[in-house]
Structures are given as C-alpha cells and as structure tokens.
C-alpha cells in the first residue's frame, strides 16, 4: 500500500501563487505515475497533472503554462507548483497515485483563490 498526505493548500488572491506538496510512504518503489486532481462544489474531480516514474509531464488544459508538477524521488515527495492562480482553481486539491497493487488517495487540501 501507499500513504500521501498532501500540504501547502491555503487563502491566495488572484494572480498570486501556491505550491502544494505531497509525501508518500508505504511500498513506494511500486509507484509508476502520480497525479494531482481537484474537485470544486458542485463539480466532478478532474485531473490537473501528472509526472510519470520517468519523469514525463501531463497538464490539464486550463492550467497549462500557469502550474508545475515535479517530483523529488531521494525524499519521495511530489508538488505542484501554482503561478497566476484563477478564482475558478478554487478546488479541493488531491495527491493520487497510481502503483502496482492499484491506487491511493491522499486526504486533499483546500484551495481558495479569492480576493
């Protein structure tokens, strides 16, 4: 099994910026991909990013150029870093990944973008 647990959310005005961070521990050597989804009131979780064990990159399409997955293997953690934030990437923000034996949630962390 793996374990996340996600950090960083908080209250950000337009146009300014978050980084989100996501530990993982457990049988991390089976983790292939992992992912970061957001789910706002009223809508369906949706995925934002993903980095792949080899490092490839994926974006949804609304935060292409603003937001940066990375992922650091030495301490098992994965981020993502959010620039010129929306009030629309106001959202619950989730780590996922995605291992051998299935998947993982972590708990998620609240982002609001309000001014």
């Known amino acids: 099994q793996v374990q996340l647990v996600e950090s960083g959310g908080g209250l950000v005005q337009p146009g300014g910026s978050l980084r989100l961070s996501c530990a993982a521990s457990?049988?991390?050597?089976?983790?292939?991909?992992m992912n970061w989804y957001r789910q706002a009131p009223g809508k369906q979780r949706e995925l934002v990013a993903g980095i792949t064990s080899s490092g490839s990159t994926n974006y949804a399409d609304s935060v292409k150029g603003r937001f940066t997955i990375s992922r650091d293997n030495a301490k098992n953690t994965v981020s993502l870093q959010m620039n010129s934030l929306k009030p629309e990437d106001t959202a619950v923000y989730y780590c996922?990944?995605?291992?051998?034996?299935?998947?993982?949630w972590g708990q998620g962390t609240q982002v609001t973008v309000s001014s």
């Open positions: 457990g049988s991390i050597f089976s983790i292939y991909a």
């Open positions: 996922h990944a995605d291992f051998i034996a299935g998947t993982s």
